[in-house]
C-alpha cells in the first residue's frame, strides 16, 4: 500500500463513436462486440480511496451521499479484485464526485470506474499497467475501461477476463474534434445502460449488428488516423442507428428519443449537407452528441442555442488519461 494507504484520482467520461451495447457475459462485462470513443475533457469524476486495517464494511459516498446498493454493488466488485492483487482484505472507504451533474445526459459510469480503478489500486500500492488497469475498470462498467486512456481508445472485445481490455488509438492531440453535447432532457433514465444491455439480445437486430461491427470498427479507426470528418461522421452516425435499431426492437423495446432527439436526428445531416463538419451520435438517452471539427464549435453550439428544446449545450474535446492527485498522496 502506499505509506497512507489512501490514494484520489480524476478521470474523465467518453463518448462512444462505435458502441458497446449487449454482454457475452454481464457479470464480467465481456461485450458482443469492440467499441471505440473518445475520451472528454472538462468534465471528470474525481474519487477517494482509504484502506483501513481495521475489520468493518466498505463504505461508499457518491456525491456526499450512500451509495444505492447497486452502485455499491459495483464499487464493491473493483474493490475485491484490488483486495486480491494486492493480497490485503482491509475495508475501504470510497468518495465519489462529479464535475458535471449527474442529470446532465452524460454517462458518469466511464469516469467514475476509471477513477475509482485508478485511485484503488494506487491506495493499495499496486502498480498497474494500463491494461491491467483497463481490465479493472471494466468489472464496473464497461464503457469504464475505454476512460483508462486519453484521445481516442478503442475496447477490444475479447472473450474473457484477460483478453477484453482497451488501447489506444491515438493521444488527445492527435485530432481536435469536438463534443457538443445538446441537452434536451435533465429527467433521469428509467432504464439504465445494464438493463439494456441484457435486453440486447432479445432483439432479431442484435446478431446482424454485431456481425457488421468489425466493418465498422475498421471504418472508424481509418477515419480517425487519417482525421477524415466526412467518413467519420457517416460511420458514428450509422452506428448509433444500429443500436437505436436494436433498442427498439428489444423485448420490451427501449426508446430513448424525445421529440426534440427526433427534430435534431433530422437536422444534423442536412446541416453537414450545407458543408458544416458535424455529426450526431446518441447514447442511451435523450440528450445528443454533437461532434464536430473545432473550426466549427461556435456555428454549431450557436445553432443548438437556437433550436428548440435545447435547454443547454455541453462542450468538451479530446481529454486526459486519468491523474493521481499528489496532494493526497502525502495526507
Ligand atoms: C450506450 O458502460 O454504461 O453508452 O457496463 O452496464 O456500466 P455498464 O454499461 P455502460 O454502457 C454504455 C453504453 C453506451 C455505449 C458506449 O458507451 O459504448
Redesign the pocket.
Known sequence: MTASGRATAVAHPNI?LV???GNLDSEL?IPANG?I?MTLSGLQTKTSVRFDPQPGEDQVLIDRRPASPEARRRVVRVLDRVRLLADRPHRAYVESANSFPSDAGI?S??SAFAALATAAAAAAGLDLSPRALSRLARLG????CRSVYGGFVEWVAGVDDESSYAVQIAPPEHWDVRDVVAVVSRDRKRVG??EG?RRAGTSPRQSARVEDAPRRLEACRRALLARDFDALAEIVEEDSRW?HDVMKTSVPPLDYSSPHTLQLLRQVPLWRAEGLSVAYTQ??GPNLHLLCLASVVEQVSERLRKTQGVLDVLLAGPGAPPQILEDDLSG
Open positions: 462512444a458502441k458497446y451495447w462485462r467499441s470513443s454517462a459510469s466511464a462498467s464497461g464503457s469504464a445502460s445494464s444491455h443500436m447514447d442511451a
